[in-house]
């Protein structure tokens, strides 16, 4: 066995010499159809249309591409009287790794899905497909070998040639018998990081093909040739790439393994396609080239949401925020809520309740502003004098200005007099705006308190707006409250949903950005409760949390913190025991076949 290893490696590693030369000339064929090979068949990129058989000798050829055998139901898709793999123990898969697997969950997952598929009434779909005899393929999957090559046999970036190189070179090997199995569909599953240089990730996520084996360099030599026709399939790990994931779960899926996941839907429309079209000369739609996985491609059916939770956790050392507390120093206050009018006319309505009064140009007041009337108002409205009222209505009529008052006690009804005087207005929702010295750290949305003459004091107000130099609040100001400079006072502005970021070395899996995290520091002010983190590294979190004042970042005596992960993803398939997304298959049957899941 150690010397039949080392001349199949031998051989490989000569391939790996050749490849260069013999992969151009198989990557720039439209159909890979020479030195025995049918063309490959590729899984369009997530949202493409499958281009199937087009470009193949079987589809050109008008004569085969028209034939059909007639009593063979036909329903969308057409038999071109080519071979199926319908043997009575149904179809064997080989499963040959490439590339650094390592610990990836993949390893349970693939398998488990290839076995899961046999008699599972998604796989029974490719018994509504039989060749001339009326004898249609099984429900059976059987799992019947499997084979690891490391990176190091032929690199990372593989070509065409490279993958028929691995599914001929892995006979032999593991658990993989050592001659061609006629009935047997080899796949070879490439790991995150190893590329195809036919177009995996920017043409197909997988493909299938078929080769006639010369066995003239297979060592050792076979004494009896045996069947020559190998089945084989290429599909790679995508990792997060968008182009090979279904419905885009870039985040989460059904096994908690984006790429592995994304696999099955491509493996499984590899196999279905090869026991129904090993060759590219059985059932496929006669118009389109479409095989039965082509003519379901990225099509899902009716999916199910599957919601899971994952506790994580990690030790926590140090803590830091982003200035949960600033300060400036106020030089000066205004505020822009005090302004005034000119009086020309003072009226009351039929009842008496509601006085109406005229200024000589545009006042500016709305409803809800603060108004002080004169002192000195004439007889009826002598009551009036002095006082503070709500501007209740404001109307402009003609370049007339006027503004209304509700009076209790009413006045003389339907009463009028002209009248000179100055009305004073404190505006509503006065903004008061402070000036400082120096540049301000603070932000819109910070608390800030200043310690100012009254009415200018201030306590966790927010921050309406701001400069380097200036910053507003909103507040009641008093009418006539003059501007006031020449002050020296510090303001302190408390961060309005801070960030702090925890530095944290996790026990696993790496912490996200909305993982809920709950950790019970030293310092208790970093105390958190399932609070949702806003930004990760693999070293750090960071979450939205309102510190007090001049809370200081630190290290922290080692502290647990501890994750609270859900997940949802989409499934539409159950099979041994692990949730799966698959594309439909085409059931060919009456009246005029569908996409189907079963």
């Known amino acids: 066995m150690n010397l039949r290893r ?49 470009g193949h000798s079987s589809f050109n050829d008008n004569a085969v591409r028209n034939a059909g055998t007639a009593t063979v139901g036909q329903y969308g898709i057409q038999y071109h009287n080519g071979p199926i793999l319908n043997a009575t123990a149904g179809v064997n898969v080989y499963v040959i790794w490439y590339g650094n697997w390592g610990a990836d969950t993949a390893k349970t997952i693939l398998p488990t899905f290839i076995s ?3 008699n599972s009434p998604y796989f029974a779909i490719n018994s509504t497909y039989s060749n001339a005899a009326g004898v249609a393929p099984t429900a059976q999957v059987n799992l019947a070998g499997q084979y690891s090559y490391a990176t190091t046999t032929l690199g990372t970036k593989l070509t065409d040639v490279n993958i028929l190189s691995l599914a001929k070179g892995s006979m032999g090997l593991g658990t993989i018998p050592s001659t061609v199995d006629p009935n047997a569909l080899y796949f070879v599953l490439t790991a995150t990081g190893i590329s195809e240089s036919s177009g995996f990730l920017t043409k197909y996520c997988g493909w299938h093909s078929s080769e006639t084996m010369d066995y003239l360099n297979t060592v050792p030599t076979p004494a009896v040739a045996p069947a020559t026709d190998m089945k084989y399939s290429f599909v790679g790990d995508p990792g997060t790439n968008k182009a090979c994931i279904g419905q885009t779960q870039t985040t989460y899926s059904p096994n908690s393994n984006v790429g592995a996941d994304a ?3 491509v493996i499984a429309h590899e196999l279905e396609e090869t026991v129904t079209d090993p060759d590219g000369t059985a059932w496929w739609n006669s118009t389109t080239g479409a095989e039965n996985g082509d003519q379901c491609a990225w099509n899902f059916g009716t999916t199910s949401t599957l919601t899971s939770t994952t506790t994580l956790s990690g030790s926590v050392t140090a803590v830091s925020n982003n200035s949960a507390t600033n300060t400036a120093t106020v030089t000066a206050a205004t505020n822009n809520g005090i302004v005034s009018a000119t009086l020309s006319k003072i009226a009351s309505n039929a009842t008496g309740n509601i006085a109406t009064f005229t200024t000589t140009a545009s006042s500016g007041f709305v409803v809800g502003d603060k108004v002080t009337l004169p002192a000195n108002l004439p007889a009826p409205f002598t009551a009036l004098s002095g006082t503070v009222q709500n501007i209740t ?15 209790t006690p009413s006045v003389s009804a339907n009463a009028s007099v002209n009248f000179s005087g ?53 507040a009641s100001v008093p009418a006539n409250t003059a501007t006031v400079t020449g002050l020296n006072l510090v303001a302190t502005a408390t961060r309005a949903s801070t960030t702090a970021t925890y530095t944290y070395t996790p026990a696993g899996a790496a912490f996200i950005v909305g993982d809920k995290v709950s950790v019970a520091p030293s310092v208790s002010a970093y105390t958190l409760n399932n609070v949702a983190i806003t930004a990760a590294t693999a070293t750090s979190f960071t979450v939205s949390l309102v510190l007090p004042a001049g809370t200081a970042g630190g290290t922290l005596a080692s502290t647990t913190a501890t994750v ?35």
């Not at 000339?25 to 087009?54: C, M, Y």
């Not at 209505?393 to 009076?407: L, R």
Request: proline share 3%; aromatic share 6%.
């Open 6 to 54: 080392s001349s199949l490696v031998a051989v490989l590693a000569l391939s790996l010499l050749t490849s260069v030369v013999a992969s151009t000339q198989a990557d720039n064929r439209s159909a890979g159809e020479e030195n025995g090979g049918h063309g490959k068949i590729e899984f369009p990129l997530e949202g493409g249309a499958a281009a199937g058989l087009v």
């Open 116 to 118: 899961g598929l046999s």
């Open 263 to 265: 696999m099955t839907s």
């Open 393 to 407: 209505a404001v109307s402009t009529a003609n370049k007339t200005y006027t503004f209304a008052i509700s009076v």
């Open 422 to 474: 100055a009305v004073i207005v404190n505006r509503v929702g006065t903004s008061i705006t402070f000036t400082n010295s120096g540049t301000n750290s603070f932000a819109v949305g910070d608390k800030v308190s200043v310690a100012a003459p009254a009415p200018y004091s201030v306590t966790g107000a927010s921050i309406t707006a701001r400069t380097t130099t200036t910053f507003t609040v909103s």
């Open 564 to 598: 609270s992960r859900t997940a949802s993803s989409l499934y539409n398939m159950t099979l041994g025991g692990l949730k799966f997304l698959v594309q439909q298959n085409w059931a060919n049957r009456s009246p005029s076949g569908v996409c189907a899941l079963s």
